[in-house]
């Protein structure tokens, strides 16, 4: 049997001939760049999460980007954020000239740990990133609680955990600012690049719109240094018909997350994902921990199971943050994980006949 680790094309068969049309539509009017399509989703999505304003974008690091940008974060401030993080949310901090800090995660949920955050903080501290990992959202309250008291900037990177919930509430409205990803292999993944940013402030939301079409609200009339990360017409078309299908994509996501768990509960030397208490998981990714990962990876790829690894290296060991003088066990958490992470194949259409047969190979390998 093959597993592969994600599969777009049922989720593309099901929108295949309303995505056809509409972008027969998007030709015909020429609305190539943002126009009807990209406001009408930018409309839903904001609704689907519960948040004021959603401004849609060229991607989920330029989303990263305009969410600490438009909050005048500058070179000579620090951005605290989790060592495990795809490195776009590094991404965010550097492209303002600011200095990204890491700071360990939580041994079970994987997102940023709050009790590691305070010692990062000094004077130049302008913000904390929570990311909200593989789909389960950061602490939040304790997060803003930190934020309230230092005084300082909370934003969501919410690029994996679309319609996710903490305390009941949709992430991405649960802070200053949120950035969403829609590449492709996302819970909400467009027909090429997008992303977004959401917020609740009118002021900040009328700013990053202004930032992302070259700094200008009247064509030829430049308030700010802007930049170009308009989103194509495209893929608000698209993304808006596939968000109508989010909320079950995301229930068969969390119904494979089950099937998973019951099926490879109690096993020895494997470590599971955890739902935390306070929220929802929308698992983009069904993480495991085990001690001899690269063996285990190749015996599944041997029997035709796709895998993958987030993240094999965390931010603070980068070559290309040398510079910023981190060593190795400066955050534990984060480096076990990144040795022992194995990503199992996960999409809303794997069958119960797939996820058994990985659940029977990783115990075969473990008998063995
Ligand atoms: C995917 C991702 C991004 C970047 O999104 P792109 O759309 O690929 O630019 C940022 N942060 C996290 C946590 C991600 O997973």
Redesign the pocket.
Same mark, same amino acid.
């Given at each position: 049997m093959q597993v592969p680790f994600t599969d777009l094309k049922s989720q593309n068969n099901v929108i295949r001939e309303e995505a056809l049309s509409t972008i027969a539509d998007i030709i015909d009017n020429s609305s190539f760049i943002l126009g009807k399509a990209v406001t009408d989703f930018e409309t839903a999505f904001a609704k689907a999460h519960e948040v004021k304003h959603c401004i849609a974008v060229s991607?989920? =690091? +330029?989303?990263?980007h305009l969410a600490l940008w438009a909050h005048g974060i500058k070179a000579g401030d620090e951005v605290i954020m989790p060592a495990n =993080? /795809?490195i776009? =949310?590094a991404w965010g901090a550097t492209l303002c000239g600011a200095k990204p800090v890491f700071a360990d995660c939580h041994e079970k949920s994987y997102n940023i740990d709050p009790e590691k955050i305070e010692e990062k903080i000094t004077e130049n501290t302008k913000a904390i990133v929570a990311? @909200?990992?593989y789909g389960q959202t950061a602490e939040l309250d304790l997060l803003r609680e930190i934020a309230e008291k230092k005084n300082i900037l909370l934003i969501e +990177?919410a690029?994996?955990s679309h319609i996710a919930l903490y305390k009941g509430k949709k992430a991405g409205g649960l802070s200053s600012a949120a950035?969403f990803? /829609?590449?492709p292999g996302?819970n909400l993944g467009a027909f090429g690049? &997008? &992303?977004a940013v959401t917020t609740n402030d009118d002021e900040l939301a009328r700013k990053i719109k202004m930032l992302r079409d070259h700094g200008s609200d009247k064509k030829y009339y430049h308030k700010y240094h802007g930049h170009n990360y308009r989103m194509e017409g495209i893929q608000g078309a698209v993304l808006g018909l596939k968000l109508k299908h989010l909320e079950a994509w995301t229930e068969k996501r969390r119904a494979a997350a089950a099937k998973y768990t019951e099926v490879l509960i109690g096993t020895e030397r494997i470590i599971l994902p955890e739902e935390m208490e306070y929220g929802k998981h929308v698992y @983009?990714l069904y993480v495991i921990r085990i001690k001899n990962r690269d063996k285990l990876q190749k015996f599944l790829f041997e029997n035709g199971i796709s895998t993958g690894l987030h993240y094999p290296v965390p931010l603070h060991l980068q070559e290309c943050f040398k510079n910023l003088g981190y060593c190795k066990n400066d955050f534990p958490n984060s480096e076990t994980l990144a040795n022992e992470c194995l990503s199992l194949p996960m999409f809303p259409d794997i069958s119960d006949e797939q996820i058994n047969y990985v659940c029977d190979k990783i115990k075969h390998f473990l008998k063995g």
């Open positions: 991607s989920g =690091t +330029d989303a990263n =993080t /795809f776009a =949310t990311v @909200h990992l +990177d690029a994996q950035s990803s /829609f590449y996302k690049e &997008g &992303g @983009h």
